[in-house]
Protein backbone atom coordinates (compact mmCIF):
# COMPACT_ATOMS: atom_id res chain seq x y z
CA UNK A 1 0.00 0.00 0.00
CA UNK A 2 1.04 3.50 -0.61
CA UNK A 3 -0.76 6.01 1.84
CA UNK A 4 -0.77 4.31 5.03
CA UNK A 5 2.39 4.34 7.77
CA UNK A 6 3.72 0.80 6.89
CA UNK A 7 3.61 -1.68 10.08
CA UNK A 8 1.05 0.00 11.75
CA UNK A 9 -2.18 -1.54 13.67
CA UNK A 10 -4.83 0.58 13.19
CA UNK A 11 -7.87 -0.12 16.12
CA UNK A 12 -10.72 1.31 14.26
CA UNK A 13 -14.25 2.27 15.45
CA UNK A 14 -17.19 1.03 13.34
CA UNK A 15 -21.39 1.93 14.16
CA UNK A 16 -23.24 0.46 16.33
CA UNK A 17 -25.99 0.58 14.38
CA UNK A 18 -26.13 3.59 12.25
CA UNK A 19 -23.94 2.92 8.90
CA UNK A 20 -23.71 6.54 8.51
CA UNK A 21 -21.69 6.98 12.41
CA UNK A 22 -18.47 5.75 10.62
CA UNK A 23 -15.82 8.81 10.44
CA UNK A 24 -15.01 9.65 7.35
CA UNK A 25 -10.90 8.55 8.58
CA UNK A 26 -12.34 5.10 9.28
CA UNK A 27 -13.62 4.71 6.05
CA UNK A 28 -10.45 5.80 4.24
CA UNK A 29 -8.32 3.32 6.51
CA UNK A 30 -10.71 0.27 5.91
CA UNK A 31 -10.34 0.75 2.24
CA UNK A 32 -5.94 1.50 2.41
CA UNK A 33 -4.79 -1.30 5.14
CA UNK A 34 -3.14 -4.06 3.48
CA UNK A 35 -5.69 -6.41 6.00
CA UNK A 36 -8.28 -6.08 8.54
CA UNK A 37 -8.64 -8.39 11.66
CA UNK A 38 -12.61 -8.89 12.09
CA UNK A 39 -13.93 -10.07 15.05
CA UNK A 40 -16.77 -11.95 13.02
CA UNK A 41 -15.48 -11.77 8.84
CA UNK A 42 -19.48 -12.41 8.14
CA UNK A 43 -20.50 -9.46 10.10
CA UNK A 44 -17.88 -7.51 8.84
CA UNK A 45 -18.20 -8.07 5.45
CA UNK A 46 -22.21 -6.30 5.21
CA UNK A 47 -20.36 -3.39 6.21
CA UNK A 48 -17.30 -3.50 3.94
CA UNK A 49 -19.93 -4.53 1.39
CA UNK A 50 -21.90 -1.03 1.85
CA UNK A 51 -18.77 0.82 1.76
CA UNK A 52 -17.31 -0.71 -1.62
CA UNK A 53 -14.38 -2.38 0.26
CA UNK A 54 -12.86 -5.34 -0.62
CA UNK A 55 -9.89 -5.33 1.58
CA UNK A 56 -8.90 -9.37 2.83
CA UNK A 57 -10.13 -10.41 6.36
CA UNK A 58 -9.47 -12.69 8.69
CA UNK A 59 -11.13 -13.18 11.94
CA UNK A 60 -9.54 -12.30 15.46
CA UNK A 61 -12.37 -13.69 18.51
CA UNK A 62 -11.94 -14.42 22.08
CA UNK A 63 -11.13 -18.03 20.70
CA UNK A 64 -8.37 -17.20 18.48
CA UNK A 65 -7.02 -14.11 19.82
CA UNK A 66 -3.76 -15.18 21.65
CA UNK A 67 -2.93 -16.97 18.71
CA UNK A 68 -3.28 -14.75 16.44
CA UNK A 69 -0.24 -12.33 17.53
CA UNK A 70 2.22 -14.08 15.80
CA UNK A 71 0.71 -13.64 12.39
CA UNK A 72 -0.23 -10.17 12.90
CA UNK A 73 3.36 -9.40 13.98
CA UNK A 74 4.76 -11.27 10.89
CA UNK A 75 2.74 -9.09 8.83
CA UNK A 76 3.43 -5.87 10.56
CA UNK A 77 7.40 -6.87 10.05
CA UNK A 78 6.56 -7.35 6.76
CA UNK A 79 5.65 -3.47 6.21
CA UNK A 80 1.64 -4.30 6.27
CA UNK A 81 -0.68 -2.59 7.88
CA UNK A 82 -3.61 -3.61 9.28
CA UNK A 83 -6.90 -2.69 10.48
CA UNK A 84 -8.70 -4.11 14.05
CA UNK A 85 -12.58 -3.76 14.07
CA UNK A 86 -15.01 -5.27 16.27
CA UNK A 87 -18.59 -6.38 14.72
CA UNK A 88 -19.82 -2.61 16.65
CA UNK A 89 -18.13 -0.25 18.27
CA UNK A 90 -14.65 0.52 19.75
CA UNK A 91 -12.72 -2.61 19.53
CA UNK A 92 -11.63 -3.84 23.31
CA UNK A 93 -14.40 -2.13 25.03
CA UNK A 94 -15.80 -5.42 25.81
CA UNK A 95 -14.97 -6.63 23.06
CA UNK A 96 -11.94 -8.84 21.58
CA UNK A 97 -8.33 -6.94 20.78
CA UNK A 98 -6.74 -6.58 24.38
CA UNK A 99 -4.36 -9.25 23.83
CA UNK A 100 -3.38 -8.23 20.89
CA UNK A 101 -2.71 -4.72 21.50
CA UNK A 102 -1.24 -4.94 24.69
CA UNK A 103 1.34 -8.16 22.43
CA UNK A 104 2.17 -6.10 19.13
CA UNK A 105 2.44 -2.71 21.64
CA UNK A 106 5.12 -4.44 23.64
CA UNK A 107 6.76 -5.74 20.17
CA UNK A 108 7.38 -2.14 19.42
CA UNK A 109 4.80 -1.88 16.70
CA UNK A 110 2.77 1.15 16.14
CA UNK A 111 -0.76 1.13 17.28
CA UNK A 112 -3.12 3.96 15.78
CA UNK A 113 -6.72 4.78 17.51
CA UNK A 114 -9.25 5.77 14.77
CA UNK A 115 -12.04 6.72 17.03
CA UNK A 116 -15.94 6.66 16.66
CA UNK A 117 -19.02 5.02 17.85
CA UNK A 118 -18.93 3.65 21.73
CA UNK A 119 -22.42 2.55 23.43
CA UNK A 120 -21.51 3.48 26.46
CA UNK A 121 -20.46 6.99 25.25
CA UNK A 122 -23.15 7.59 23.59
CA UNK A 123 -25.39 6.21 26.51
CA UNK A 124 -24.02 8.04 28.85
CA UNK A 125 -24.13 11.53 26.84
CA UNK A 126 -28.09 11.46 26.64
CA UNK A 127 -28.84 9.72 29.85
CA UNK A 128 -29.24 12.89 31.85
CA UNK A 129 -26.95 10.92 34.97
CA UNK A 130 -23.64 12.69 36.22
CA UNK A 131 -21.17 11.79 33.90
CA UNK A 132 -17.98 13.54 36.10
CA UNK A 133 -17.19 9.94 37.74
CA UNK A 134 -18.52 6.77 36.50
CA UNK A 135 -17.27 3.00 36.31
CA UNK A 136 -18.02 1.14 33.36
CA UNK A 137 -18.64 -2.54 34.22
CA UNK A 138 -19.34 -4.66 31.12
CA UNK A 139 -21.53 -7.51 30.63
CA UNK A 140 -22.80 -8.54 34.19
CA UNK A 141 -22.17 -12.40 34.99
CA UNK A 142 -24.76 -14.40 33.64
CA UNK A 143 -25.17 -16.38 36.85
CA UNK A 144 -28.06 -14.70 38.81
CA UNK A 145 -25.74 -14.87 42.53
CA UNK A 146 -22.57 -13.87 40.97
CA UNK A 147 -24.92 -11.11 39.09
CA UNK A 148 -26.33 -10.09 42.52
CA UNK A 149 -22.80 -10.17 43.96
CA UNK A 150 -21.86 -7.72 41.31
CA UNK A 151 -24.50 -5.11 41.97
CA UNK A 152 -24.10 -4.97 45.53
CA UNK A 153 -20.71 -4.30 45.29
CA UNK A 154 -21.80 -0.97 43.75
CA UNK A 155 -24.02 0.02 46.61
CA UNK A 156 -21.62 2.29 48.67
CA UNK A 157 -19.90 4.06 45.46
CA UNK A 158 -20.89 7.35 44.80
CA UNK A 159 -19.74 7.44 40.84
CA UNK A 160 -22.62 6.09 38.37
CA UNK A 161 -22.03 2.87 36.83
CA UNK A 162 -22.52 1.64 33.37
CA UNK A 163 -23.20 -1.97 32.12
CA UNK A 164 -24.16 -3.58 28.94
CA UNK A 165 -26.83 -6.30 28.97
CA UNK A 166 -28.26 -8.69 26.98
CA UNK A 167 -32.11 -8.78 25.95
CA UNK A 168 -32.66 -11.87 27.41
CA UNK A 169 -31.08 -11.42 30.38
CA UNK A 170 -32.55 -7.66 31.03
CA UNK A 171 -35.13 -8.56 32.84
CA UNK A 172 -33.20 -10.50 35.63
CA UNK A 173 -31.25 -7.56 36.06
CA UNK A 174 -33.97 -5.55 36.63
CA UNK A 175 -35.05 -7.73 39.28
CA UNK A 176 -31.50 -8.29 40.62
CA UNK A 177 -31.67 -4.31 40.76
CA UNK A 178 -35.33 -4.03 42.59
CA UNK A 179 -34.07 -6.45 45.34
CA UNK A 180 -30.20 -4.45 45.95
CA UNK A 181 -30.98 -0.83 44.54
CA UNK A 182 -34.53 -0.26 44.85
CA UNK A 183 -34.30 3.35 45.17
CA UNK A 184 -31.52 4.05 42.62
CA UNK A 185 -32.33 6.04 39.28
CA UNK A 186 -31.61 3.82 36.30
CA UNK A 187 -31.43 4.12 32.38
CA UNK A 188 -31.67 1.54 30.02
CA UNK A 189 -30.53 2.79 26.05
CA UNK A 190 -31.97 0.21 23.91
CA UNK A 191 -31.09 0.21 20.62
CA UNK A 192 -28.34 3.15 19.66
CA UNK A 193 -28.91 4.94 17.28
CA UNK A 194 -30.84 2.74 15.66
CA UNK A 195 -34.70 2.99 14.14
CA UNK A 196 -35.59 2.18 17.82
CA UNK A 197 -33.55 3.63 19.88
CA UNK A 198 -35.42 4.03 23.69
CA UNK A 199 -34.17 5.92 26.77
CA UNK A 200 -36.30 4.70 29.45
CA UNK A 201 -35.71 6.00 33.08
CA UNK A 202 -36.90 5.32 36.37
CA UNK A 203 -36.23 3.06 39.86
CA UNK A 204 -36.00 -0.70 38.68
CA UNK A 205 -39.42 -1.60 39.68
CA UNK A 206 -40.98 0.86 37.68
CA UNK A 207 -38.63 0.18 34.47
CA UNK A 208 -39.73 -3.65 34.90
CA UNK A 209 -43.30 -2.97 34.77
CA UNK A 210 -42.53 -0.83 31.58
CA UNK A 211 -40.75 -3.98 29.96
CA UNK A 212 -43.35 -6.75 31.31
CA UNK A 213 -46.16 -4.00 29.80
CA UNK A 214 -44.78 -3.98 26.40
CA UNK A 215 -42.36 -6.69 25.07
CA UNK A 216 -40.81 -5.34 22.48
CA UNK A 217 -39.25 -3.07 25.14
CA UNK A 218 -36.50 -6.19 26.17
CA UNK A 219 -35.59 -6.53 22.40
CA UNK A 220 -32.26 -4.88 21.40
CA UNK A 221 -28.53 -4.53 23.27
CA UNK A 222 -28.96 -2.71 26.16
CA UNK A 223 -26.65 -0.13 28.41
CA UNK A 224 -27.75 -0.15 31.53
CA UNK A 225 -26.49 3.14 33.82
CA UNK A 226 -27.02 2.86 37.75
CA UNK A 227 -26.67 6.51 39.34
CA UNK A 228 -24.44 6.37 42.15
CA UNK A 229 -25.22 6.11 45.99
CA UNK A 230 -27.06 9.34 47.59
CA UNK A 231 -25.89 11.29 50.38
CA UNK A 232 -22.81 12.31 48.60
CA UNK A 233 -21.17 16.33 49.51
CA UNK A 234 -18.45 17.30 47.19
CA UNK A 235 -17.23 13.69 46.84
CA UNK A 236 -17.76 12.59 50.78
CA UNK A 237 -20.35 10.64 52.50
CA UNK A 238 -22.84 11.74 54.63
CA UNK A 239 -21.42 10.55 57.44
CA UNK A 240 -18.05 11.38 56.74
CA UNK A 241 -19.51 14.67 55.74
CA UNK A 242 -21.05 15.52 59.07
CA UNK A 243 -17.84 15.41 60.98
CA UNK A 244 -16.11 17.49 58.37
CA UNK A 245 -18.67 20.35 58.83
CA UNK A 246 -18.11 20.26 62.30
CA UNK A 247 -14.52 20.47 62.08
CA UNK A 248 -15.02 23.44 59.24
CA UNK A 249 -16.95 25.18 61.42
CA UNK A 250 -14.77 24.97 64.28
CA UNK A 251 -11.64 26.59 62.07
CA UNK A 252 -14.15 29.51 60.81
CA UNK A 253 -14.81 30.03 64.61
CA UNK A 254 -11.03 29.98 65.92
CA UNK A 255 -10.88 33.03 63.18
CA UNK A 256 -9.20 30.68 60.24
CA UNK A 257 -8.97 32.17 57.13
CA UNK A 258 -10.97 30.09 54.31
CA UNK A 259 -7.80 28.91 52.16
CA UNK A 260 -5.65 28.57 55.47
CA UNK A 261 -8.61 26.15 56.56
CA UNK A 262 -9.28 24.32 53.17
CA UNK A 263 -5.41 23.72 52.92
CA UNK A 264 -5.93 22.06 57.33
CA UNK A 265 -8.99 19.93 55.75
CA UNK A 266 -7.64 18.45 52.95
CA UNK A 267 -4.30 17.38 55.07
CA UNK A 268 -6.69 16.35 57.87
CA UNK A 269 -9.20 14.41 55.79
CA UNK A 270 -7.89 14.01 52.61
CA UNK A 271 -9.84 14.97 49.74
CA UNK A 272 -9.15 18.67 46.91
CA UNK A 273 -7.95 21.83 48.67
CA UNK A 274 -10.78 23.48 46.32
CA UNK A 275 -13.57 21.03 47.57
CA UNK A 276 -12.93 21.74 51.24
CA UNK A 277 -12.62 25.85 49.89
CA UNK A 278 -16.21 25.57 48.49
CA UNK A 279 -17.50 24.49 51.69
CA UNK A 280 -15.78 26.96 53.76
CA UNK A 281 -17.25 29.59 51.83
CA UNK A 282 -20.81 28.39 51.79
CA UNK A 283 -20.52 27.95 55.66
CA UNK A 284 -19.13 31.02 56.05
CA UNK A 285 -21.85 32.70 54.27
CA UNK A 286 -24.92 30.84 56.05
CA UNK A 287 -23.49 32.06 59.17
CA UNK A 288 -23.09 35.91 57.81
Same mark, same amino acid.
Given at each position: M??? &???????????????????????R?L????????????? @????????G????????????????????????????S??????A???? %? &?????? /???????????I /????????????????????D? !??? *?? !????K????????E????????R??? #? &????????????? #???????????? #?????????? @?? /??????????E?????R???????????G????? *??????????????????????????? %????L???????W????????????
Amino acid at each position: MTHQ &SPGTLYVVATPIGNLDDLTPRAARVLGEVDRIAAEDTRH @SARLLAHLGINTPMLSLHDHNEAKRVDTLDRSLVAGESIALISDAGTPL %I &SDPGFI /VVRELRARGHRI /VPVPGACALIAALSAAGLPTDR !FTF *EG !FLPAKPSARRQALEASRAGSETRVYY #E &SPHRIVHTLETLA #EVLPERDVVLAR #ELTKTFETFL @SG /VPARLLEILREDPNQSRGEFVVIVAGAPGVAHGF *EEEQSIAADALLEALISEGVGIKQGAA %IAARLLGGRKQAWYARLQAIKGEGS
